[in-house]
């Protein structure tokens, strides 16, 4: 990373995000020397702040070890505020001075706006810092999160608002779940090893489901996911970001735009969601859980609307109609307030042909465990150890706390972040894949508005609704619920 350069990082807004994430991740980078030499960072929002209420707001947030309590000092030393509108030009005029006072003598100035910001002020935000607060003499990159819009055409509208302001290389949109390890591991797994290449196909895979499950509820958050929906929340994004670098095909190098060009190819092949493709829930409290929280259903919260139809669960059968997967059902399931928190991606193969085992063997499956516990997994089929000649199920196990001892994986934002300062777009959404996702998913999700469709309730702390299984089995996976795979501990 050149360090000669002058670097200004600059947050904008002071809001949940940024106390919980943003600040703590510049942090943690900067301790970790990660950051290019004098980098500054400057917070904007609209709330009189100084900087020592700011720091208290994150202090929560930071996890400052023993010993690194001056180097978090000098964090703080570098670290500005100044409050301000988001729709007056002069506001933003005195931004930009205040940030040419600070960057004085610098031979080279890039700035990095990263916009945690609501989708309200999104618009006249970015058009004041286009005309007012670019670099003069430097790259100016931004940050922005989802939510990009609420169906197809909000987030055109958008994405043209950005291209008439700024470069498509100036943009990176972050979607989380690009910066975590195993996510990122796909790449690797898939095009570095000879082993599963020549089975990455109809010919050999029967489906494969791609989970997001969470334990707790709305906790209380319920109006703002009220908005959205689990499908907009979790499935349209994350879900679909990671279908795609499962079914992508290879592409032509690891540069950003060959990568990304195959994923956008892949969503291509997907048709548009119908109502029958999905199976809806929304959890109702368990009057016998003894978490009191368990006891709440989403329409407990008292920040959800009454009666709202919002989905806290969904599974969607996505077929790619391509050479590769053409029949292969590809299931997304995603939901709060579940029986466990998990992340993973689940490979099934088909059963073996001409089967002389008297129909006890199981199907292979690989598991690419995102979270808790990064780990790599296959299930397969063993002979009983011993002097039988029965078989049973075992795994090949690539735990990451087993196998890489002590090792500390950088947060998602961490690596994310860094990215952008290091001026790499390989995992961020480019705005033709986001187009692309929401051609897949806005019949649907207007579909369910308009016509009020109703999700089946869940109880609270379940694994969804029945019906979910019953799609998974018609959709040719097979849950045989005979094995659980044990984590390794630490
Ligand atoms: C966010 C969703 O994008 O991801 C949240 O808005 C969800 O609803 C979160 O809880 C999950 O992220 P992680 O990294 O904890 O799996």
Redesign the pocket.
Known sequence: MASSSFNSSYVVSQGDLAKKKIYPTLWWLFRDNLLPQSTMFFGYARSKLTIELLRAKCEPYMKVKPGEEERHEEFWRLNHYAAGSYESDEDFAELDRQLVRLEANAPRVNRLFYLALPPSVFEPVTVHLQRTCMAQNGWTRIIIE?PFGRDAASSQKLSDHLAGLFREEQIYRI???LG?EMVQNLMTLRFGNRIFSPTWNRDNIASVQIS?K?DFG?QG?GGY?DE?G?IR??MQ??LLQILSLVAMEKPASCHPDDIRNEKVKVLKCIRPLQLDDVVLGQYVGDPEASDPEARLGYLDDATVPAGSNTPTFAMAVLKINNERWDGVPFLLRCG?ALNE?K?EVRIQYQDVSGDIFDGKGKRNELVIR??PGEALYIKMMTKSPGITFDMEETELDLTYCSRYKGLKLPD?YERLILDVFCGSQMHFVRSDELSEAWRIFTPLLHQIETEDIRPTPYKYGSRGPKEANEMAKRNNFVFYGTYTWVRPQH
């Open positions: 989802k979607d989380h779940y975590k997001f969470e709305t958050r996911f959205f689990i929340d979790v994004n994350h709060k928190r992340a995102v979270q998602a």
